[in-house]
């Protein structure tokens, strides 16, 4: 049984994309069921805004096929986020195949954005189309330039054998130290392990 929703999954990778990877891991299983959750976690994760969210699920009931097209590539991208940013967690490089991948959805999402003014001048706006897949534009976006232009050794994965959840997050710790995706969550459960171990040893050598 999924401890949480869409709409109320934790936003804790500090990243949109990572947020997104983060709807789904092991102890819960996948958060995003079909494509109106994928459309109620962007609304939650800020990457639509409520009337975009209204719209784009009128437009679904319409357009299953569409819908369910742009649901699959979601989940598709999804894994190539997680896979591309686990393997820069752990010191290593995305594969070519991921970044190949990235750079169609970057294109792709930067094909619906325009030059606009903006209170302090200029800067990008999303069109006003009923694209299925607006979505993950701004997802797209997100992991393209966390990729290239983040501080990538802040890029980090909850350490699931320890009691964590191998959520994907981005340190913003002044030391780079964190090792959690959550204190109050992972990083309690593992104190709680830690403190467990001690006590079963302290129990075993009272008893020898």
Known sequence: MKAASATTVGLLGGKLCLDFANTVEPRHGDYLA?????????GHA??????????????????????????EWALALRQTIYRSFSAVAYGGRPVEA?????????????AHYRIAPTAEGFGWKSAKDD????P???????ASGLLTGGELDRVKACPVGEGGCAWLFYDESKNKSRRWCSMEGCGSRAKMRR?????READSGSGS
Do not use: C, I
């Open 34 to 42: 079909g494509y109106p959750d994928l459309v109620r976690w962007a």
């Open 46 to 71: 800020g990457a639509l805004s409520e009337e975009e969210v209204r719209r784009l699920l009128r437009v679904a009931e319409f357009r299953p096929k569409e819908a369910a097209d742009a649901f």
């Open 98 to 110: 991921d970044l190949n991948a990235l750079t169609a959805a970057h294109l792709e999402a930067l």
């Open 131 to 134: 694209g299925l897949g607006r």
């Open 136 to 142: 993950m534009w701004q997802v797209s976006l997100s």
């Open 195 to 199: 403190m467990y171990a001690r006590r």
